[in-house]
């Protein structure tokens, strides 16, 4: 039985590759401050896991900007390039299948005013 796949690094490294996204992508906030464009990954809870077939892991995207218009159209571009994942092929995983569990909104902090949004995506994978 094969293990299954890092999915979130081929994510960071996908999103990092595509140049029209402008931000740090990371799984953590070390490093960031307020006002920095930043795409934080990881790895939510409500994975479908088919041990060594299949996985459909979620993660969510927590994108900040210095503003929340900024937010919103950084959010986005992170939306509409995951989507472009399906078929993407590493040399441990393909990648079967991306559909959007949650769409991209305002979750402003509300105590600082940071601007930041919030959306959710399922990644279907399979061992190569």
């Known amino acids: 039985m094969k293990e299954m796949p890092d ?4 994510i960071i490294s996908w999103l990092d590759a595509d140049t029209s996204i402008t931000a740090v992508i990371a799984s953590t906030l070390t490093g960031y401050a307020t006002g920095d464009s930043w795409v934080r990954v990881v790895e939510s809870p409500g994975n479908q896991i088919l041990e060594g077939l299949l996985a459909a892991p979620r993660f969510d995207f927590n994108v900040y900007s210095e503003t929340v218009e900024q937010a919103r159209t950084l959010a ?16 441990d995983a393909v990648i079967t299948n991306v559909s959007t569990a949650v769409t991209p909104f305002d979750f402003t902090d509300l ?15 399979r061992p190569n």
Not at 76 to 91: A, D, F, P
């Open 7 to 10: 999915t979130l690094g081929i």
């Open 76 to 91: 986005m571009k992170v939306q509409r390039s995951v989507l472009q994942m399906k078929g993407h092929t590493t040399t």
């Open 111 to 125: 105590i600082n005013g940071a601007p930041r949004y919030v959306l959710t995506m399922e990644v279907f994978v």
